[in-house]
């Protein structure tokens, strides 16, 4: 069913250039964006042209690649690599890898919308609190150097041991969102998380990485603030300004076409102009060479030598860094970030729908993409990447902004993922990102982060003053008790190294702690469905467009799968495996099954993140 063109519905023949062409008044740019460019071009089942597939995939890795670069950068600090940029380049080849392989299975087999996989910033925070534990204290001799070298067999224990340990617990943990997503336990999570439960989760995330942030933008405040104001620029100021790129169609042979490319490509763009006033300002030695001096981290030859060492090609593969290990504390935490994870994920899914096309996810095919993400974060533990993965909201929104809906996109996405990881020197190049760029990117990215995660108290009554004071203290809580408890780490002495352990773990890591009394605090106050947020938050992703595709059309299992599977009578009894096309004694039955995984009521689970 998915053709090149979808004559039906006039979306054919629609070309890059098209999709928000400005109008030729300016007094009709608003009607414009709320009218034509409100169309999708194509829906989640069509499949555009191969050269449109390639353009618009490679826009989506663009779009995804900040989030995904940072992560192994910002871990290399804790794995105690900040000065072994080869090794970086390794470690963003494999979460290139294994994102793309990540985001085709869950394109192809899990929620089956259009939807990237890519590194998670909700275990980020668990992780770092690990690292940050006594027995994983980078020896001082790493972070010198003149002692450092980083083919000996020492420092190579020393990362590895940390990576493997991260490893096992991202392996453990990811067990249990396998169990959730596939068991059709997910509804019972999201009957008793709501807003004030996620605003903190997912706020803290954001904020507890300041300091990382602050350390990056700090080695050169110019370089940083720089950064900052260009993307500020970008994606506020001019994201209304279409810039004319060259076009050529039969009709109309060579012309230009004016694209949004500032709305499109903010921090690519921020990014790169950043890097090029390094590199000019390290060509012309105006940035000092001498390491003791500051300004010394803007230079972009700092790890020249990186691309030239690393390979051409390069394959990850399981267990590349040895054998991983298990420690409880690191499952505990990881388990945290897992479960906040597959809330954001579940918000997620709402949103794309809307975005591309699709009718509401119902809930067997959420349960499919929340398993999904489990073994995708099963797969990265295995690949060493020090993270898991999840559905970038990034991604959801530049489906707006494309107006492409179409699921073979995101497979162009993920191919492309796949062979930037195999190309070693793809990962070489981004690891010469001067420390001040990416810290700029920082201030920017990790802001949003948090501001997503107040943004969910839209739903609720903030003059309430319950509410007011549920959420500040659980974000109060979040920023004190991690602070105190990293400050004083002797203070944990239960008497049971495996128990101090676990809360150290635990109590250091801000969005479990500000999560956690958000949680316990909405659900024990009393408090009606109105003024926690629940029934506006159920209402907000009830999807209001019309339904331009049958739900089985979208969601069903591919290569016939379903409809081979729905001859199976106790198939219905799966809650990731229910097939469409069941007679009305059969759709009774699963029915009441449904309502028995999901026991609060018939609405979809509320969407999280905006």
């Not at 063109?5 to 890059?16: L, Q, V």
């Not at 394959?315 to 994870?341: E, K």
């Not at 101090?500 to 969005?511: N, R």
């Amino acid at each position: 069913d998915m053709t090149p063109e979808k004559e039906s519905n006039g979306h054919d023949n629609y070309a890059f250039g098209r999709f928000c062409d400005l109008p030729e008044k300016a007094d009709d740019l608003d009607s414009s964006i709320d009218g034509d460019c409100n169309k999708l071009a194509y829906i989640v089942t069509d499949a555009p042209p191969w050269y449109l597939c390639i353009l618009l995939g490679t826009q989506h890795c663009l779009t995804a690649f900040g989030g995904i670069i940072a992560i192994p950068l910002i871990l290399s600090q804790g794995l105690c690599l900040q000065l072994d940029g080869l090794t970086q380049s390794y470690l963003i080849s494999t979460i290139f890898f294994v994102s793309g392989i990540c985001t085709l299975l869950q394109v192809t087999f899990g929620i089956r919308l259009p939807i990237l996989q890519g590194g998670t910033f909700t275990l980020l925070a668990p992780s770092m609190a690990m690292l940050s534990m006594p027995e994983w204290t980078c020896p001082a001799w790493t972070q010198n150097a003149s002692l450092v070298n980083t083919s000996s067999a020492e420092f190579v224990e020393v990362w590895q041991s940390r990576m493997r340990a991260l490893q096992g617990s991202i392996l453990v943990g990811s067990l249990f969102q396998v169990f959730v997503g596939f068991s059709g336990l997910i509804g019972l999570f999201m009957r008793f998380i709501g807003p004030l439960t996620i605003a903190p989760t997912i706020a803290l995330i954001g904020l507890s990485l300041f300091d990382s942030a602050g350390s990056s933008a700090g080695s050169h405040w110019g370089i940083s603030s720089m950064t900052t104001a260009l993307i500020i620029l970008f994606s506020q100021y001019l994201r209304h300004i279409a810039m004319p790129f060259p076009k050529y169609s039969r009709d109309k042979k060579l012309h230009t076409s004016r694209v949004y490319v500032f709305q499109i490509l903010p921090v690519l763009l921020g990014i790169t102009v950043s890097w090029l006033v390094c590199y000019i300002l390290t060509t012309y030695n105006v940035l000092p060479a001498d390491p003791e001096h500051y300004g010394y981290l803007a230079r972009t030859d700092l790890k020249g030598e990186v691309i030239g060492r690393a390979p051409w090609l390069t394959f990850p593969y399981p267990g590349q860094w040895g054998m991983p290990t298990v420690s409880l504390a690191g499952v505990v935490g990881i388990l945290a970030g897992v479960i906040s994870s597959m809330i954001e994920s579940v918000g997620d899914y709402h949103a794309c729908a809307r975005l591309s096309g699709a009718p509401p996810p119902p809930k067997h095919a959420i349960n499919r993409g929340i398993g999904i993400e489990g073994l995708g974060c099963l797969l990265a533990g295995a690949w060493g990447t020090g993270n898991g993965t999840t559905s970038y909201s990034e991604n959801v929104g530049a489906l707006g902004i494309t107006k492409v809906g179409s699921r073979m996109v995101i497979v162009a996405s993920g191919v492309l993922m796949i062979v930037m990881g195999i190309l070693g020197k793809v990962g070489a190049v981004f690891t010469t990102i001067p420390s001040p760029v990416m810290g700029g990117m920082f201030m920017v990215m990790f802001g949003v982060i948090c501001a997503a995660g107040v943004s969910n108290l839209q739903y609720t009554d903030m003059n309430s003053s319950r509410n007011i004071f549920i959420f500040g203290f659980s974000m109060f809580s979040g920023l004190v008790i991690p602070n105190w408890i990293i400050k004083n780490p002797k203070a944990i002495a239960t008497g049971t190294k495996q128990l101090d352990q676990m809360l150290q773990v635990l109590l250091t890591t801000s969005m479990f702690v500000g999560g956690f009394f958000g949680f316990i605090l909405d659900n024990t106050i009393p408090g009606s469905k109105q003024e926690r947020g629940i029934l506006a938050w159920n209402k907000a992703h009830e999807d209001d467009s019309s339904e331009t595709l049958e739900s089985g059309e979208v969601y069903n299992l591919p290569f016939g799968i379903s409809s081979s599977l729905s001859s199976v009578s106790w198939i219905r009894y799966i809650p990731f495996c229910w097939p469409w096309g069941f007679n009305q004694a059969q759709g009774a039955t699963a029915s009441k099954m449904d309502a028995f995984i999901f026991p609060q009521n018939s609405d979809q689970p509320a969407e999280m993140k905006t």
